[in-house]
DNA sequence: TGTTAGCACTCTTTACTTTCGAGTGCTAAT
DNA sequence: ATTAGCACTCGAAAGTAAAGAGTGCTAACA
């Protein structure tokens, strides 16, 4: 479809466009080193690139600019393997070197290298906890009337739900429902907590407990009402920094919708294994279609589990930040292999 | 110092400033309602207030705008009473009404609430971890290995920190240790637990544990090594909406140092009792010199704890916002009260 | 003596023009 | 097939002009 030196002309317009947010011109493409044409040349060659849509002008008479069909082309079919340099690897690497046991601190860590060393914005969806099992359930009572229920995974995290205790049901009758849970309970996945209580235990429970009804409602409404999405997000200020973003009203709308974790969250979630570019209007959220959105998935224990991703301008480096994010999300499966 | 019309006159200046971010005229003013004087008088009067200090004009033949020796003296001396709307109260209201007993629930809907309510940006400062005490300790191992501490507060505040076991301690010294803690340390004020570990206990607990150096070690590590500042902030693009703010480089300033938990978290903590305003310049950080940073302290138990704080532009809707944060703060000292 | 009308003056805002240059598309020559 | 040449387009920047909001000052007024 395109000749080898379209190829290399439509490389150079993303490439430098990338770099420098400013249209192109054929007389700049033809100074390049690898540009061995005229430039009225490489016009005849960008007049064709752009009647088949890979490149656009401003206006009239101005240089060239890649379309979104463009970067889709480049992503899809130029995108050299990036070497990393020495400092993004150590970067990167140091986020694992120290003895972290939680998931958060990783993540946490992750999410700050990961915007510090491309100045995009940093989005990491915490482990599915349905992926996670259940490690220990405990209440913990802060006074007669008050409780806090704690509910620890087998992946080091902590979920905790305080509540209050209502007088129509008995402290030891919460107690016992503990314990039994405790003892019938631990190993399962959490998203099966809910089922397993509802369906295959109330009559054992209604055995030991007088008023299971209202205890058993009590404590699941504690633990699972609002199963919260673990979305990290770092460097939200970086897109300050982008050319595209110098209007506020821009700026606004995107913010808004960072602001919204379950939003973000089902963005997020939705992402197929391994890596994947949505470029513009391929995002489904309207305020993201000026953006791109790089997104990687990592595993623990095998299984995939969360989402790294980066947002940036369309404009963005891809080339690096597959790079950055394969090496993160492999180091990060790896640490969390035998969790 | 100030003649009643001059008070008058800049009372208008302001209050018409705070509302539409624009210089305001002699003209305008002599429009107004409670003004009876002519346009001339007032320039007068203004070329007084200008001479004084309490405003300044943007340009030779520009209207008046309130200088910051001007709001400083509108806050002190001419802030009226603001009363609520029956909508301002209830949302208010609204935070307290469920059963929430947990501190993050009330605060984080708190924050919400705040920033919806004023379109600024709403700022929170946790309790100090020091003014509550330790009301349960405990050790849930995941691996061999791997280990979460869980500490719970008596305000139901629940901190948990994972690691890792080195080879050389025995699981059951660690256990043993957690007991002999929760024995001994229930009741204490978090602050005081690391001194009490390190100079009351070490003799008893060398008595019962076989290792207790490095056991010690490591749990105290894993608890105390980074207490974290609790800093809730909402509505943080509420600032783009605000007109001084539509430089991209202005807010990228103020939203870098919004990212700084650590640097919020100094600013309110530093705050005297009660109400306080900073305007302008008063602020230590000279990224919020374009901005008025109101604060109000809530506390719990009857002892001081933490800051509401909400930050604006220095045209900020002084009287409504003092009386939002008035009402907020006492509806939460009341609500912690006894806890 | 305090207040006000009148007026010249200042400065911003907006719109309109001009100029400059980067870049294009096309044609004709190589 | 490639390129030099050239007329043309358009945006960005700079300059000009008019409009309007607001001021300070002076002199007149109650």
Redesign the interface.
């Known amino acids: 479809m395109l000749s080898n030196r379209q190829l290399l002309i439509l490389q150079v317009i993303i490439d430098e466009f990338i770099q420098t947010a400013q249209p192109i011109g054929s007389r700049a493409i033809s100074k390049k080193d690898e540009i061995i044409f005229s430039p009225a040349t490489i016009r005849n060659e960008m007049a064709d690139l752009e009647e088949m849509g890979y490149i656009e002008k401003t206006h009239s008479s101005s240089g060239r600019v890649p379309s979104e069909k463009g970067y889709r082309f480049y992503v899809d079919h130029l995108l050299l393997p990036f070497h990393l340099s020495k400092n993004d690897q150590q970067l990167i690497s140091s986020v694992f070197e120290q ?5 958060e ?1 990783v993540v946490q860590k992750s999410v700050n290298v990961l915007s510090d060393l491309t100045n995009y914005t940093s989005i990491i969806l915490g482990p599915q906890v349905y992926e996670t099992t259940l ?2 359930l ?1 209440i ?1 009572h ?1 006074s007669a009337t ?1 409780a ?1 229920a ?1 509910l ?1 995974t ?3 995290h ?1 979920e ?5 205790i209502p007088t129509e049901i008995k402290a030891s009758d919460l107690e016992k429902l503990v314990n039994i849970l405790n003892e019938r309970l631990v190993g399962v996945p959490i998203v099966e907590l809910h089922h397993r209580l509802q369906h295959e235990l109330t009559s054992i429970l209604n055995h030991y407990v007088d008023d299971i009804e209202s205890a058993f409602h009590y404590l699941k409404s504690a633990l699972f009402d609002q199963q919260p999405n673990q979305v990290y997000i770092g460097g ?2 970086n897109m ?2 982008q050319p595209e ?2 209007d ?2 821009k ?2 709308a995107l ?2 919708i960072m ?1 919204k974790e379950e939003l973000m969250a089902n963005v997020l979630r939705s992402t197929n294994e391994g890596i994947h570019i949505s470029i513009g209007h391929e995002n489904k959220v309207n305020a993201m279609r000026d953006c791109s959105l790089i997104t990687a998935t990592y595993s623990l224990a095998g299984k995939q589990v969360g989402t790294i991703a980066l947002l940036g301008p369309k404009r963005m480096e891809y080339s690096r930040v597959v790079s950055l994010l394969n090496l993160l999300s492999n180091q990060m499966s790896h640490t969390f292999h035998d ?1």
């Open positions: 003895d972290l046991v939680e998931f601190q490690k220990q405990q913990v802060l008050t806090v704690i620890v087998n992946t080091g902590v905790h739900r305080s509540f209050t939200i200020t300050l920094l973003f110098n506020v009203t700026v606004h913010y808004s602001e969790w």
